[in-house]
């Protein structure tokens, strides 16, 4: 879907779903904070070494950020913005995170996912008020074409400032549900039946011995 469409005409839409998304990314972190497994219980002993899948996925991040920034800047009169480009970022963080384990990725790169759902939300609302100033309603668009050296005629559009927002909003609440999701620890009687499992195996393996 034509971005300009999101941003634009439902703008206020658009505005709410992101809140609701963003809403239910922290109702899941919160359901699952306590059943998030410790550093030392996600990945026991010496890390298992993927060299070559590692060094992939360190080549994917440049270049899919590339893609998702190229996204973002073309999605306001054509194909791509905020929505798509937030999801593309989070695809080599989630192959990191398969290959490398959570704590090794978030040690490296340190994004706060919870921040950066505020941080988007709050980008989005001052970008909307920002049309009061000049007397029209919230959310309305403003456009502008530069004339640039060498460049030529650049449009812009003040809509970017709130697919800033929306952007920054997706990519945190997908990375902060999937990561959460992805690090749950089993529960105490999944873990007691396996237990009586394979104490039930190993007598019966005795028996057959004797």
Known sequence: MVNVILVDFRGFDTFGEITVFGIAALVVHALLRRSRMAPEQIM???PMKLPVP???AQIMFPLTLTVSIF???RGHNAPGGG?????????PLLIQYVIQGSASVESRFGFDYIRCIGLGLLIAL??????LLFGVPFLTSGHLDLQLPLIGEVP???AI????????????GVMLILSMMGTVKPSRSRNARNGEIDIHRRS????EMH
Do not use: H
Request: glycine share 18%; aromatic share 12%.
């Open 44 to 46: 026991p002993g010496p």
């Open 161 to 172: 400032g709130f697919d800033t927002g929306v952007y920054l909003v997706v990519f945190g």
């Open 156 to 158: 812009l559009a003040s």
């Open 83 to 91: 929505f798509i480009a937030g999801l593309v970022l989070a695809v």
């Open 204 to 207: 019966a393996r005795t028996g």
């Open 54 to 56: 590692a060094d992939l």
């Open 126 to 131: 001052l970008s909307g008020a920002g049309s």
């Open 71 to 73: 996204l973002f800047l």
